[in-house]
T-cell receptor, first 115, second 113 residues
């Protein structure tokens, strides 16, 4: 099935600096790549996603880039703020040849914004 | 308000005592899934359903059962819970079609002693 690897597991940055989280996936037919943010004690919530027909998508301070050839995608957060502190998960659809549904998630990155 | 609900939110039980965690969505979504979240392992899919009476195993189905008798409900059943099923459980749903956005419930924290 699909395998999603996420790095780093913990990322500490100074407030105002940028943060980058990277993921790789195994199924070259995957066509949808979301990022979820999970604050402590809460449910995961979608913050941005990208489809395989574009290379980059931006929404204010967050952006996602996709390299289909290398099978990796990244989350970029600029001008980080204290409220960005959370666990971030990347994901991809399950193996396209298996007929399954849902998402395969990376193991998560704990982003810590230092004041 | 469009939402996914789960009950109970917290549950402490003992090994072997059957339990059910309910999940309901009011968005008329075709697809529903159950995930468990464990520290350092992310979210792993337990079971999913593509429509009424259509369910299938995810990545970690052992020890769990599900049913989908109505479109809005997707209960998770633990026939004989064991301590290794202590975890945070999320139900999720989505529309059919090319969007894979999952709408998550608030989570159920289960402890099996």
């Amino acid at each position: 099935g699909e395998n999603v690897e996420q790095h780093p597991s913990t990322l500490s940055v100074q407030e105002g600096d940028s943060a980058v989280i990277k993921c790789t996936y195994s199924d070259s037919a995957s066509n949808y790549f979301p990022w979820y943010k999970q604050e402590l004690g809460k449910r995961p919530q979608l913050i941005i996603d990208i489809r395989s027909n574009v290379g980059e998508k931006k929404d204010q301070r967050i952006a996602v880039t996709l390299n289909k050839t290398a099978k990796h995608f990244s989350l970029h957060i600029t001008e980080t703020q204290p409220e960005d502190s959370a666990v971030y998960f990347c994901a991809a659809p399950p193996y396209s040849g298996g007929g399954a549904d849902g998402l395969t998630f990376g193991k998560g990155t704990h982003l810590i914004i230092q004041p | 308000e469009a939402q996914v609900t789960q009950n109970p939110r917290y549950l402490i039980t003992v090994t072997g005592k059957k339990l059910t965690v309910t999940c309901s969505q009011n968005m008329n979504h075709e697809y529903m899934s159950w995930y468990r979240q464990d520290p350092g392992l992310g979210l792993r899919q337990i079971y999913y359903s593509m429509n009424v009476e259509v369910t299938d195993k995810g990545d970690v189905p052992e020890g769990y059962k599900v049913s989908r008798k109505e479109k809005r409900n997707f209960p998770l059943i633990l026939e004989s819970p064991s301590p290794n099923q202590t975890s945070l459980y999320f139900c999720a749903s989505r529309y059919g079609g090319p969007s894979y956005e999952q709408y998550f419930g608030p989570g159920t924290r289960l402890t099996v002693t």
